[in-house]
């Protein structure tokens, strides 16, 4: 892809060649979605027909293509600098490889191919943005993604979770609550993804939750801000269940009575999981609650950070206190950052 790159100039020059190019290799790649499409039909194959293990790493190969010379054009592939490339153009290209690729998977698990069609949705997908069918499914692709991160390395989910954060900030103010309540349901990948041992991915989890605390549409925003908050209740609740009662030490059930959510209600976590559930959480919230001057994060959110953190978690809990410190320390840290902001 380096040899391509570098004629950048030329890719640039003649707009015209370069659509041209790319459209052959999108004729191609749909070409062998069609021939998987047999496969997977369990039509008789023609001899012609080449069988997934030769058409599988052939798709892979012209996304990759793809996507190095969309991004060799750089700047110069945009809707808004004018022909031949526009809104039309790009949509009917992003709609055609997310086309392509979920075929592919259809038919045979690839992680180069997904890896290859995901690089490839995202290079084009900063470029657009979308509105209606293409945008509903660019997040079902997104979480289609996610739920192939199971089968797969600490690189592709590192992908996956890079597109996630894309489409979060791309979509933005048109991204539906019903997508940020499958993220962030008990049982999504991306929740289970915060467990990994490689660092790097946890990082990369962190980096999804921060945007989608960083919405602009607030009644989307207060959906993830309520499922993050509901899920600390439950970790909570699962942790001071697990400790000695005392006369005054509020009851497992009392917990946190106004930020529990019923999605999680009928959640009882085990004390690590918990512990590192409240502390990760209590991170992505710095998102909101340590950025200057928001009006969202003081005023549009209920509750406020400061109420949140200050009054409605019931962190001063003795028994809580000595058995979890980390905890203890992670919410007063939050608050003191929070405050000196």
């Keep these: 892809s380096g040899w391509l790159q570098s004629l950048e100039q030329f890719w640039v020059a003649d707009l015209t060649f370069s659509t041209t190019l790319l459209g052959q290799f999108l004729e191609d790649m749909e070409a062998y979605a069609e021939d998987l499409n047999h496969v997977m039909s369990g039509e008789v194959l023609d001899e012609d027909i080449p069988p997934p293990s030769v058409s599988l790493p052939k798709l892979a190969a012209l996304l990759r293509v793809f996507s190095t010379v969309v991004r060799s054009i750089g700047e110069r592939f945009s809707p808004f600098r004018g022909p031949p490339i526009n809104e039309v153009y790009v949509n009917d290209v992003l709609s055609r490889v997310l086309s392509c690729v979920s075929t592919a998977k259809q038919v045979q698990f690839s992680e180069p191919v997904l890896t290859a069609g995901n690089e490839c949705v995202g290079v084009l997908l900063t470029s657009v943005e979308p509105y209606g069918l293409l945008m509903e499914a660019i997040l079902a692709y997104g979480l289609d993604q996610l739920d192939c991160c199971q089968a797969c390395g600490p690189d592709y989910n590192l992908a996956v979770l890079s597109l996630v954060t894309l489409i979060i900030d791309q979509i933005n103010t048109r991204l539906p609550a019903a997508f940020v309540e499958k993220l962030l349901a008990p049982e999504s990948r991306l929740l289970k993804l915060r467990f990994h041992r490689e660092k790097e991915v946890m990082s990369a989890v962190l980096a999804v939750y921060k945007a989608l605390l960083s919405l ?59 512990q590192f559930i409240v502390i990760f959480n209590l991170n992505t919230l710095t998102t909101i609650g340590n950025t200057k001057n928001s009006l969202i994060g003081m005023w549009a959110l209920s509750p406020t950070v400061f109420t949140l953190l200050s009054q409605d978690m019931t962190l001063v809990h003795a028994e809580l206190t000595v058995f979890y410190p980390a905890i203890q320390y992670a919410a007063l840290y939050t608050l003191y950052s929070h405050c000196t902001r």
Aim: negative net charge; hydrophobic residues 35%; contains cysteine.
């Design 216 to 274: 602009k549409n607030i009644p989307t925003l207060e959906a993830a801000y309520k499922l993050v908050l509901g899920e600390m209740a439950c970790a909570l609740s699962s942790l001071t269940g697990t400790l000695e009662p005392s006369e005054s030490a509020p009851a497992p059930s009392s917990i946190c009575p106004s930020i529990q959510h019923p999605t999680f209600a009928s959640l009882t976590l085990p004390p690590e999981k918990a």
